[in-house]
């Protein structure tokens, strides 16, 4: 039987616009089946949260606008796990809020907030570290995260330094570095004690709150504000006149890289953060001349390297490209090198400029 008092809250608010034209502003990368499962990005993580936590308390935060799409996908959660944010404020306010929420819920409660659109290989590795911080957060005032080992020096992620003297599972963090250049990734790696920051927390609903009431004072005074409604149907009304004063911050600003009480654990999974076309390709499958092909029946002549979407089925045929993102979706049919997929987003905002933002 699971623990009543472990929960989850799943972010699933942001829009993924390097993965245009695929994710767009109304219809986002988490709930697209990205790699072709059978599953949406955001059904296989409620899956994986649901081998440990009970079903029903799993949180789902997202935008507003995505109300529908949530229940369409995950017809068993109820409106009582839906976390509506009627403005975009980053990560730190709408985690804040769930917290409280849950914090009066449950004052014992332990839990994961978890990205909707990461791929994990090994979810019983998952679960296995998510349980190990989850004992230490029961029984310990600490904030905690899952790091990765990284492969390569990769400099588009943010860095965990963790107390080198350490040889016990459950490591005391030095700090939190922000994305460095090559050579500086480089020398991360040399030192051997710094992990990918991947997002993903741990802590009591005790903790987390007494983390943002001494280090975001304003914004816990004002969260902490509706209380009294929380839960109940004064909830909605608060919230619709409230969130949209809260500064726009994320939670490693806001509270972890300003507290002391901060631990990671290694995690002992295969992860990839499926942020750009280029990190989809590195997961998938390849052909014998190294394309990755999704939905597409493919006819490929001096063509490789490429990844390759279409709608379900459709034929496309490709001759004489190398290393290029070839994307076709409804109106829109992207034919882009992947050396440039960080230009994606910035096309995706010439496009809305000249053809309508009804294409982004």
Known sequence: MKNKNYYAI????????RFWPVSTQNFPKQFHDMLGTGDTLIQKTFYRLANLIPEENIFILTNERYNDLVFEQLPSVTKRQVVLEPAMRNTAPCILYASLKIKKENENAVMIVAPSDHWIEDEQAFSNNVETAFSYCESNDALMTLGITP??????YGYIEYDKSSD???????QF???PDYKTAKSFLDQGNFLWNAGIFMWSAKSVVAAFQRNQPELYKLFENGYAAYNTDLEDDFIKNNYSKAENISVDYAIMEKSQNVFV????FDWNDLGT???LYDKLDKDAHDNAVVN???MAEDASGNMIRSNKDKIVIVDGLKDYIIVDKDEVLLIFPKVKEQNIKKVLQDVKANFGEEYG
């Not at 654990?265 to 002992?268: D, H, L, V």
Request: glycine share 14%; no cysteine.
């Open 265 to 268: 654990i290694p995690a002992t």
């Open 277 to 279: 076309w280029g990190s």
């Open 10 to 17: 799943l972010m699933a608010g942001g829009v993924g616009s």
């Open 151 to 156: 492969r390569f020096p990769n400099t588009g």
């Open 177 to 179: 570095r922000e994305k």
């Open 168 to 174: 016990v599972e459950i490591k005391p963090v030095k």
């Open 296 to 298: 597409a029946r493919v």
